[in-house]
């Protein structure tokens, strides 16, 4: 059995990571996971915005929870898509999808496994 493992994020900086436009807080659950899964914390990179691209992600799940502002996505099979905070999406394995727009506070949980996956730029569906 595998230990419980507490995670103060608040103390961890935010850092670039998959989208020049977000930074990111790992939350400890791939380290916890053995990379089985992962957590973090985006947030919107001050003085950026979004820069569109259609792409997928190799990987068994993802899910998107607004903890704070708006973001809007389109996907391949619902179209736009706007996520206030308090509203979650749950992405199929290997759709195609882009990040349209955000607000400049967003804050947004993502959970993800495996916690490293390869991220594919596709056409336009």
């Keep these: 059995?595998?230990?419980t493992t507490v995670h103060h994020a608040a103390s961890d900086a935010f850092v670039g990571g998959l989208r020049a436009f977000f930074e990111y807080r790992d939350l400890g659950v791939a380290g916890a996971s053995g990379g089985k899964m992962g957590a973090h914390v985006i947030r919107?990179?001050?003085?950026?915005?979004?820069?569109p691209e259609w792409h997928?992600?190799?990987l068994a799940f993802q899910m998107v929870y607004v903890l704070k502002g708006w973001v809007?996505?389109?996907y391949e099979d619902a179209g736009f898509v706007r996520l206030e905070a308090g509203s979650s999406v749950y992405q199929p394995p290997g759709?195609?999808?882009?990040?349209?727009?955000?607000?400049?506070d967003v804050e947004m949980l993502e959970i993800t496994s495996p916690a490293?996956?390869?991220?594919?730029v596709v056409p336009a569906p």
Aim: hydrophobic share 30%.
């Design 56 to 58: 997928t992600h190799d």
């Design 95 to 104: 759709i195609r999808h882009r990040e349209v727009r955000h607000s400049d």
């Design 72 to 74: 809007e996505f389109e």
């Design 44 to 51: 919107a990179a001050p003085g950026t915005g979004a820069k």
């Design 116 to 120: 490293e996956f390869v991220t594919t």
């Design 1 to 3: 059995m595998s230990a």
